[in-house]
């Protein structure tokens, strides 16, 4: 059999999307923002703005950049900033205005900027005040022309705006001294659009709408190209997959992951744009105080995040502050869900934490579990509508099911590429057009798909695969763990031997204990042979685990 496939979709999902109907991004927003125009669209710090005001600001911010910086169709404008009101209005104007954006990690070093403004060619950069001082020591060897700096309080009104950027700036400290002579504010800019009609420039459904960059965990971040086409697409798949599950105008969602990270882009921001529902944006989720008296009193009836997320908040004291009456979803994606926090969730909120799977280069959603999934499955799901999925040997054969390989994906939601780098793209498939993921998984009879680890995390000792996955979702189910990670390091008698690190929940937890356990859940070979305990974990700014830094401490 040379081919393996599969069109496999929950009962209430029956049909693939049409593609010839897909409207671009930039008429879906022009859509909801005049069908909800008295809903609220997005909170954050106490401030609600409804789709009619967003409406009002993006059209000016839209008209800003193309009629007083004469940007031209495709010109690519970065925006950096967390989860604040002006990320949504940022990301908004500039698929209203016709052009594409370029999401910036704000965390990034001057290293990082440089390399993704430079790489992108972005002409503008809307950027939160706090990381202004990184772009002003790059911005000359880029080809920025236009900066508009925003404040965080610039949009929560009155006199509680003004008091929020006062004590960020001069008690907090927050904002680090900066130098950028041409930069025009935030409000500034949007007072200036105001004064002019805007005029959008049109597009075509396969133009670019974003360079999405890769989080650059392996070697030079590289920009997927995903077009009109790609995006409006996966927001139509969810969209089917949610049929029967979530209502237009009545949703109100959690939204703590970065609005700049691919998930919470479609799933948080765009796909509750199209529904009409609410989106509650938490501009510092590691904050968990302040977190989750954000979210205590709201009615929300999903939340999205990933593994690390979930886990905090339910090892956090005032969890139980929070009122899951009207949840109807939580949506775990962007790392593997592991069954301890997954049971856990359901057992405490009454509600499954459904895994779903997804790359940048995906945009992102690519399989997820049906929504009555009732406990825990351990897979990814099934493919979402229009998506075929298959498991490919080094060889690029397809595999018969319940054998592992690479999880190759075709769909209308996949990247055409990565900008200008004809090279990695085509690296990044197979001669028949199939995406490769990087990801070992199984898929079974049913055509469930089930992740077995990334290919480049594999750890070979004495010849056998150990994948940190399974190594990891085992000692998290001992009850003094907390969080761990596992990774290869190198071995003179097995090549590689399995290395744990660990953040204790019980400070009593011993290496024995770990060991003991370990063998008693894992196969010889699999047992670490080293155990690390740490205070903390490093993580990317959405709370994804990185083994790579863990490697990296091997070498030095």
């Known amino acids: 059999m040379d081919k393996i496939w599969l069109k496999n979709y929950p009962a209430q999902v029956n049909h693939e999307i049409n593609e010839k109907d897909l409207p671009s991004l930039q008429e879906l927003v022009e859509s909801s923002l005049n069908r909800f125009s008295s809903l609220p669209a997005y909170t954050c710090m106490g401030k609600t703005l409804s789709f009619e005001e967003i409406n009002h600001l993006t059209s000016a911010l839209g008209s800003y950049l193309i009629n007083e910086l004469k940007l031209k169709a495709g010109d690519r404008v970065g925006i950096m900033m967390p989860n604040v009101l002006q990320n949504p209005i940022s990301i908004l104007s500039v698929i209203r205005a016709g052009l594409v954006v370029v999401n910036i990690n704000p965390l990034y070093t001057e290293r990082e900027l440089k390399h993704q403004l430079k790489d992108s060619g972005a002409k503008a950069i809307i950027i939160l005040e706090n990381f202004a001082h990184v772009l002003s020591s790059v911005v000359e060897e880029t080809q920025v022309k236009h900066t508009i700096i925003t404040k965080i309080g610039d949009l929560l009104g009155g006199i509680k705006g003004s008091i929020v950027n006062f004590v960020i700036k001069n008690i907090k400290k927050m904002v680090p001294k900066y130098n950028i002579p041409s930069a025009i504010g935030f409000n500034a800019a949007i007072a200036s659009g105001k004064n002019q009609k805007f005029k959008s420039y049109t597009v075509a459904i396969e133009d670019p709408a974003f360079l999405q960059y890769t989080g650059g965990t392996t070697g030079v971040s590289k920009g997927a190209v995903l077009s009109h086409k790609n995006i409006s697409a996966?927001?139509?798949?969810?969209?089917?997959?949610?049929?029967?599950?979530?209502?237009?105008?009545?949703?109100?969602?959690?939204?703590?992951?970065?609005?700049?990270?691919?998930?919470?882009?479609?799933?948080?921001?765009?796909?509750?744009?199209?529904?009409?529902?609410?989106?509650?944006?938490?501009?510092?989720?590691?904050?968990?105080?302040?977190?989750?008296?954000?979210?205590?009193?709201?009615?929300?009836?999903?939340?999205?995040?990933?593994?690390?997320?979930?886990?905090?908040?339910?090892?956090?004291?005032?969890?139980?502050?929070?009122?899951?009456?009207?949840?109807?979803?939580?949506?775990?994606?962007?790392?593997?869900?592991?069954?301890?926090?997954?049971?856990?969730?359901?057992?405490?909120?009454?509600?499954?934490?459904?895994?779903?799977?997804?790359?940048?280069?995906?945009?992102?959603?690519?399989?997820?579990?049906?929504?009555?999934?009732?406990?825990?499955?351990?897979?990814?799901?099934?493919?979402?509508?229009?998506?075929?999925?298959?498991?490919?040997?080094?060889?690029?054969?397809?595999?018969?099911?319940?054998?592992?390989?690479?999880?190759?994906?075709?769909?209308?939601?996949?990247?055409?590429?990565?900008?200008?780098?004809?090279?990695?793209?085509?690296?990044?498939?197979?001669?028949?057009?199939?995406?490769?993921?990087?990801?070992?998984?199984?898929?079974?009879?049913?055509?469930?798909?089930?992740?077995?680890?990334?290919?480049?995390?594999?750890?070979?000792?004495?010849?056998f695969n150990v994948y940190p996955n399974e190594v990891e979702d085992v000692i998290s189910k001992h009850p003094k763990v907390f969080e761990v990670a596992a990774i290869g390091v190198p071995s003179e008698k097995s090549g590689e031997e399995v290395k744990v690190c660990i953040v204790k929940k019980d400070p009593s937890l011993s290496k024995d204990e770990v060991l003991s356990f370990s063998r008693e859940h894992l196969t010889g070979y699999k047992v670490p042979k080293h155990v690390d305990f740490r205070e903390e974990l490093p993580k990317t700014n959405v709370g994804k685990i990185l083994r790579r830094s863990l490697k990296e401490e091997q070498l030095h």
């Open 234 to 463: 996966n927001v139509s798949q969810a969209s089917s997959w949610l049929t029967g599950y979530l209502e237009e105008e009545k949703e109100v969602v959690i939204t703590a992951l970065p609005l700049y990270h691919i998930f919470s882009l479609t799933a948080n921001c765009l796909l509750f744009l199209k529904l009409g529902g609410h989106n509650i944006l938490i501009p510092n989720p590691k904050d968990l105080p302040t977190f989750i008296k954000s979210i205590a009193k709201t009615h929300f009836t999903v939340i999205t995040g990933v593994n690390t997320l979930y886990n905090a908040l339910m090892n956090h004291p005032d969890f139980n502050k929070i009122d899951f009456s009207a949840l109807k979803i939580s949506l775990g994606g962007g790392m593997a869900v592991q069954e301890t926090v997954a049971k856990k969730w359901k057992q405490l909120t009454k509600t499954p934490l459904i895994e779903a799977y997804g790359l940048t280069e995906t945009s992102p959603a690519a399989c997820i579990n049906p929504l009555n999934i009732k406990d825990y499955n351990g897979s990814i799901g099934l493919p979402l509508p229009s998506t075929l999925a298959t498991i490919r040997d080094e060889n690029n054969h397809a595999l018969a099911h319940d054998q592992r390989g690479e999880l190759c994906l075709k769909g209308p939601q996949v990247m055409s590429g990565y900008w200008k780098n004809d090279e990695e793209t085509r690296k990044s498939f197979t001669e028949d057009g199939w995406l490769r993921t990087g990801d070992i998984a199984i898929m079974d009879k049913e055509g469930y798909i089930t992740l077995v680890d990334r290919k480049k995390d594999m750890i070979l000792v004495s010849g």
